[in-house]
Every structure is written in C-alpha cells, then in structure tokens.
C-alpha cells in the first residue's frame, strides 16, 4: 500500500520568509501524481499545486514551488514570500491513475503551518 | 462556476442510527469521492463514484455506502452509526478520466456529531 508521511507536524516562519514543507511517499508505482493542499482554519480544502510524477520539471504556481526528487521519493512544497493567509494545515497526496485498484487520494498527516507577522 | 456544495454542514445524531449527506459536484464534473477526516485518522479514502458507477473504496465496513445519480450529484450513508463515526466527512469532485492528473477540487464538508 502506498504511505504518505510528512515529517513535521508543525512548522512557523516569519510573514514574508520562505519555508519549506517535506514530504515522503513509498510506492512500487512508476506513473502517479502528487499534490498540495492546503486546508486553512475553515476548513475548505484547497489544491495548491500539483506534479506528474513522468515530468522532471518542478511545478510552479505563483509563490509556491515543488521539489520532486522521483528517486528519492521526496515531494517538498517552497512557499516564498509568506503571507498571513499562508497559515493553514497543509496536506501532502498521492494518487495513481486509473480505475482497478486506485485509492483515491492517500493523504499525509499534515504540516500546521503558522506565520509570525 | 459554482464550486463543490455539501448539505447539511453540521449534523448530530445518535448511536445506532443512520445518516444521508449529500454532495454536488463542480458542473460538468463527472467523478466523486468522499473522505472521512478525524484528528486520530486524518483524511481516508472512502469510496469513488465515476458515471453512477462506484469505482474504488476504501477500508471502510459495509455500514458506509454511496451512490451517484446522473446528474452526477452523489450521496453517502452511513447506517448504525457508532461514536467512531463523528467526523469531517469531504466530498471532491474531478473531471474524472477526461482530467489527466486526477486533480480534486473539495467541499467544505459536513460536520458530523455522534452523541
């Protein structure tokens, strides 16, 4: 079975700092996806970015960027430039294509993710 | 374009009875999935309905269940309901197999109480 885990339960940076978030995954799978989500104190959970796992380029969006290493089996988001509205539980997944045996998404367990004005 | 709705937001019943949540996806979003979320468990799989059809589950006991209607709206219930099953349960929606990377978009979930 596929495992997400995320290291650090709690993480705090200083309002316009940049931090990164670590991420592990175990699979036998060559082809998957892998995303970030980001779930703030009202609970609606949001898709920051996402990786196919068949691209070796880093998937950007705006401040946040991704290190994936398929090797290594790491996925680590960079926010950049922090802001308030940064803090939230952000949540590493995985998922691997198709129908017959797919999961959905296996999620981590969390980063809470606090910023410090 | 409207985003994922659940109803009802919050919910509290009791020990041994049952429970209907209800989820509409994004327009024209074919695929639903639902996610249980608790402070010990985290998020977990439950099931995946793609065309009225369920397509994956996960290791949930038969109490939970589901289904799709054509309109792609779908419903879960949970029957004999026990303390355990208070939660945040989420419903995402995906284009399904027409979107290539899967992606989910989330509901704000609905909230609910076992007493």
């Known amino acids: 079975a596929q495992t997400v885990t995320q290291s650090q339960p709690e993480m705090s940076v200083q309002e316009a700092e940049t931090v990164t978030l670590s991420c592990t995954y175990d699979?036998?799978?060559?082809?998957?996806?892998l995303f970030w989500y980001k779930q703030p104190p009202s609970r609606q959970m949001i898709l920051v970015i996402r990786?196919?796992?068949?691209?070796?380029q880093n998937a950007t969006e705006n401040r946040f960027s991704v290190n994936f290493q398929k090797a290594a089996k790491s996925f680590s988001l960079k926010i950049s430039d922090s802001q308030l509205g940064d803090a939230a539980m952000y949540f590493c997944?995985?998922?691997?294509?198709?129908?017959?045996?797919?999961?959905?998404?296996?999620f981590g367990k969390g980063t809470h993710l606090i910023i410090q004005p | 374009k409207a985003g994922v709705t659940q109803t009802p937001r919050y919910l509290i019943k009791t020990r041994g009875q049952q429970v209907t949540l209800s989820c509409s996806p994004i327009?024209?979003?074919?695929?639903v999935s639902w996610y249980q979320q608790t402070p010990g468990q985290g998020l977990q799989f439950l099931f995946e309905?793609?065309?009225?059809?369920?397509?994956n589950k996960g290791n949930f006991p038969g109490r939970f269940s589901g289904r799709q209607f054509s309109n792609s709206r779908s419903e879960m219930n949970v029957s004999t309901l026990e303390l355990g099953d208070s939660a945040l349960y989420l419903c995402?929606?995906?284009?399904?197999?027409?979107?290539?990377?899967?992606?989910?978009?989330f509901g704000p979930g609905t909230r609910l109480t076992v007493t």
């Open positions: 995402a929606s995906s284009l399904g197999r027409a979107s290539p990377s899967y992606e989910q978009y």
């Open positions: 699979t036998s799978e060559s082809d998957y996806y």
């Open positions: 309905y793609f065309s009225e059809t369920q397509r």
């Open positions: 990786q196919e796992a068949y691209k070796q």
């Open positions: 327009s024209g979003h074919r695929s």
């Open positions: 997944a995985y998922r691997i294509p198709g129908g017959g045996g797919a999961d959905g998404l296996t």
